[in-house]
T-cell receptor, first 114, second 111 residues
Framework: AQSVTQPDIHITVSEGASLELRCNYS??????LFWYVQSPGQGLQLLLK??????LVQGIKGFEAEFKRSQSSFNLRKPSVHWSDAAEYFC????????????FGKGTHLIIQP | DTGVSQDPRHKITKRGQNVTFRCDPI?????LYWYRQTLGQGPEFLTY????????KSRLLSDRFSAERPKGSFSTLEIQRTEQGDSAMYLC?????????FGQGTRLTVV
């Protein structure tokens, strides 16, 4: 069965500092990987996705993620965070075809210190 | 706004009552998903439609839950005889491939 682990429940970062959110997945085939962001009371917004090709993918809002097959990881990074980045971040894995939907991690709550 | 639309945004209901939620997809999106999200958790897959056909259902979808997408456009999710454990955010997502775009969700509170 597929699963996603986000080891950090909360992360606190100073504004302007760099950020890395960890994501490890378990999946039997070639995974499709996603990062979503959720602000309080809102739905999920797609930050970036990896299907194939270049293992470093760029997303919106200055985020990037690197797929490492050998480590089963898909960590999210940003070189300099802004106060508006404070939110819940979810990593997700899915199959080509998408019939079973996405499997999400439990999320990482990002707190930005002034 | 041409995003995924969900209605209502909030619903408070008494235990035992039936509730129905609606999802209007982005135009031409043939795939539609329902997810449930409880506090402190990521969304959990409930069911998947391709056009009007319901192709996948999670074991989370008990027989009190039913979903329809009658004309391959909007979808409804009904919960019968609600229980307090049904309190959650119900999210709809639509797409044309594995990538999915989420609505803002319907927050259900069962009292």
């Amino acid at each position: 069965a597929q699963s996603v682990t986000q080891p950090d429940i909360h992360i606190t970062v100073s504004e302007g500092a760099s950020l890395e959110l960890r994501c490890n997945y378990s999946y039997g085939a070639t995974p499709y990987l996603f990062w979503y962001v959720q602000s309080p009371g809102q739905g999920l917004q797609l930050l970036l996705k990896y299907f194939s090709g270049d293992t470093l993918v760029q997303g919106i809002k200055g985020f990037e993620a690197e797929f490492k097959r050998s480590q089963s990881s898909f960590n999210l990074r940003k070189p300099s965070v802004h106060w508006s980045d404070a939110a819940e971040y979810f990593c997700a894995v899915g199959a080509a075809g998408g019939a079973d939907g996405l499997t999400f991690g439990k999320g990482t709550h990002l707190i930005i210190q002034p | 706004d041409t995003g995924v639309s969900q209605d209502p945004r909030h619903k408070i209901t008494k235990r035992g009552q039936n509730v129905t939620f609606r999802c209007d997809p982005i135009s031409e999106h043939n795939r539609l998903y329902w997810y449930r999200q409880t506090l402190g958790q990521g969304p959990e897959f409930l069911t998947y439609f391709q056009n009007e056909a319901q192709l996948e259902k999670s074991r989370l979808l008990s027989d009190r839950f039913s979903a329809e997408r009658p004309k391959g456009s909007f979808s409804t999710l009904e919960i019968q005889r609600t229980e307090q454990g049904d309190s959650a955010m119900y999210l709809c997502a639509t797409g044309v491939s594995t990538e999915a775009f989420f609505g803002q969700g319907t927050r259900l509170t069962v009292v």
